[in-house]
């Protein structure tokens, strides 16, 4: 039909006359808007049924600075407790570029195929600084992002490292609880975030690139001390012989230290993430660390020792939270570190001070 405007009558500017009220164009749009608040019990409920919703919902409390997310987020946590601890938690690090995503995404498909459900969190505390995170990122895992079975969260942001590691612990339990019988806690291989990774994961893996023939240089010996496998990627075309040589040389050099806790000898592999080449033998070397640690009674040993450790992390956490938001505190802090700076008076009278003035104002 012509359109009426193209009538010689019409030509040229004209306001048209406006209409009234708008009708609302998706009369089911609010009802998606307004997410619906779920009671504790509801929660619990969705999570062990699996509900991913329920579940991503449950986490983003969990992640929230506010106060009374956080109640309810701890008393979720509690309740989905008794249902957790069943994954195989496995922490993987390797410097930007290593092919973390590029891995985690073949690994992570290779274990959903055999019928594994599987978590992917990552532990990235330079997320809130740079106001994006270089990790965890939805679209870096292209092929686990449309499955069912793989549940993808990138890094807490939150200020501190001990912050975001607490939320990623608290996380792996709501993901347990919901069925995930495989945790990946992914780390930027630069800095102290690994040591966070490796106190909440089961088997701790380190992506290594093969490089000019000193790739040992620059690795931080600690990394490399709680590796339980080293796994050198991009071992494909010409790569494969400078990869197999780095091997040899992480081989040489993992004698050097000391027999770990676990009485299990770290093993290096070579392998390609792009290429899909050597993935089922870093799986068999997972599958045998985890039943000869099970089996001589470390698996468990280091679950309870990790509890442990996060125990005494929250506690340190609260005392640091509860010293610097109290308000006594906070009125003499500056003038106190000013005295200091002034050298009117030593660190630790001014530190014992802090610790008087505190102690006499906690109610
Ligand atoms: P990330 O920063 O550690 O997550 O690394 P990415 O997975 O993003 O990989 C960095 C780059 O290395 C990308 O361009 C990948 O395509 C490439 N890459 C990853 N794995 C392999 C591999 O096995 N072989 C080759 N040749 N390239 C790879």
Known sequence: MEHPENNEAYKGLKVNKGIENAPTINPYLKKRIHRREYSVSE???GILKGNITILSQAVTLVESARHEHQ?????????????????????????????????????????????HKLAVLAIDPSSERSKGSILGDKTRMEALSHEKDAFIRPSPSAGSLGGVARKT???????EAAGFDTVFVETVGVGQSETAVHSMVDFFLLIQLAGTGDELQGIKRGI????????????????????????AQFRNALHLF??????????????????????????????????????????????????????????NDTLRDTFYTNPAVQS??????????????????????MMDLFLTHIH
């Open 43 to 45: 929660f619990v409920e």
């Open 169 to 175: 612990r608290e996380t792996i339990i709501l993901c």
């Open 71 to 115: 109640v309810v987020a701890q008393e979720i946590i509690e309740k989905c407790l008794p249902f957790a601890g069943r994954s195989m938690r496995i922490g993987i690090t390797g410097v930007p570029g290593a092919g973390k995503s590029t891995s985690i995404d073949v690994f992570g498909m290779h274990l959903i195929k055999q019928g």
């Open 224 to 247: 490399m001390e709680m590796a339980d496998g080293i796994i050198i990627n991009k071992a494909d075309g010409d790569n494969v012989e400078k990869a197999k040589l780095a091997a």
């Open 332 to 353: 003499q802090l500056e003038m106190t570190e000013q005295q200091v700076l002034n050298n009117e008076i030593t660190p630790f009278t001014a530190a014992k001070r």
């Open 258 to 315: 000391p027999p770990a806790e676990s009485g299990w000898f770290p093993k290096v592999l070579t392998y390609s993430g792009y290429y899909n080449l050597g993935i089922k033998e870093i799986w068999d070397m997972i599958d045998e660390y985890m039943a000869f640690t099970r089996k001589n009674g470390y698996f468990e040993y280091k679950r309870r020792k990790q509890a442990k450790y996060w125990m005494y992390e929250s506690i």
